[in-house]
């Protein structure tokens, strides 16, 4: 049974909307840390002094009995606030609390706040559709970043908590804790207490261990790149690295070089990412990692990755010697000569 509101209550509703609060949100969306702080936000805006009151917040569960979230849900604050219920997990809802709350949305409490929280929710559910018809910032999407777009973004939390970071030290927190942004900011907290404030990528290799999975790609820029010792550190938290499956990854990405230099010796630079099939952004440091090599030295690289393969395939006494021998060729131009 939906409930109807006197209309002096609508009009304050009516204000407290103008204010930014709708009554009903949706926070999904990978990015717990993103979905954490419009949680904190929207706490924030209840009524000093009256928060253990005017908040109810519970996990999803299966025990959840439908009249009695509703009933929380139709409850008046105290004092002139609003009255926040919370919900995490809200994928989980029991399908009864859910149809529950489809049908009270389309009457609202206007002195209440519903907020669902979620890493992901079904956008065909019924659930969800009710939420949008809320208003149009009903939902609120929390995608994780782009993995190119984390060591920026390190810099930026970094920067906002009063630490500095610099891009290097960034991108070496990001590959050895990955892409958790919560972990990455509590991360840089536990390094600028012990650093003084200021971050340095020796800071990170002495206090972070690597906990993230080793990208194959990051290896292949730290052996183009000439860092023969970080690629190989990469490579030695691999979990079971196959020599076969990387050589063809090395000779891919000296393909890659080749490419590169001969477009930018054309003065042609600008059709690498077109040539090559990839984003701009993608082939920045392939271009700059080209410019290493002179085009006999990248040929000498190609014949290189060709004699590991057929040492490995051949039932090489040593592949590892044989891989390592190949890492470090690569990464210095100058024995290729």
Not at 161 to 170: E, K, L, M, P, T
Not at 195 to 216: F, L, Q, Y
Request: aromatic content about 4%; overall charge positive; hydrophobic content about 40%.
């Amino acid at each position: 049974m939906t409930r109807a509101y006197p209309r002096e209550r609508c009009k304050e509703w009516v204000h407290m909307a103008e204010g930014g609060l709708l009554a009903a949100y949706l926070v999904v969306g990978v990015d717990k840390l993103k979905r954490d702080r419009v949680i904190h936000r929207l706490k924030g805006r209840l009524e000093a002094g009256l928060e253990a009151f005017n908040l109810d917040e519970r996990t999803a569960s299966v025990d959840m009995v439908p009249n009695e979230f509703v009933t929380s849900l139709n409850t008046l604050p105290m004092g002139s606030g609003f009255r926040l219920v919370l919900v995490h997990e809200a994928n989980k809802l029991p399908k009864p609390v859910s149809e529950a709350i489809v049908t009270y949305l389309q009457n609202p409490n206007p002195s209440s706040v519903l907020c669902l929280e979620t890493e992901a929710l079904a956008k065909n559910t019924r659930l969800y559709k009710a939420v949008v018809k809320v208003g149009p910032k009903a939902v609120i999407t929390c995608d994780a970043i782009a993995a190119r777009q984390l060591p920026g973004y390190v810099v930026r939390v970094a920067r906002s908590i009063g630490y500095s970071i610099d891009s290097v030290a960034a991108q070496e927190l990001v590959s050895r804790i990955g892409e958790d942004t919560t972990l990455l900011e509590r991360t840089i907290r536990s390094l600028g207490e012990q650093c003084g404030g200021t971050i340095r990528v020796e800071d990170v290799e002495a206090n972070v261990s690597r906990t993230a999975e080793v990208k194959p790609w990051e290896f292949l820029d730290k052996v183009a790149a000439g860092d023969a010792r970080r690629a190989l550190e990469l490579y030695r938290h691999m979990p079971n690295p196959s020599h076969l499956a990387l050589v063809s990854l090395l000779t891919r990405r000296v393909r890659d070089l080749i490419c590169a230099r001969s477009l930018t010796d054309r003065g042609r630079q600008a059709d690498v990412s077109k040539a090559l099939g990839r984003q701009e952004w993608q082939v920045r440091g392939l271009v700059q990692s080209a410019r290493r090599y002179t085009p006999t030295q990248l040929a000498s690289c190609l014949r290189a990755c060709a004699t590991c393969e057929r040492e490995l395939k051949g039932g090489s006494d040593d592949e590892e010697a044989a891989f390592v021998k190949l890492v470090l060729s690569i990464s210095d131009p100058s024995s290729l000569s």
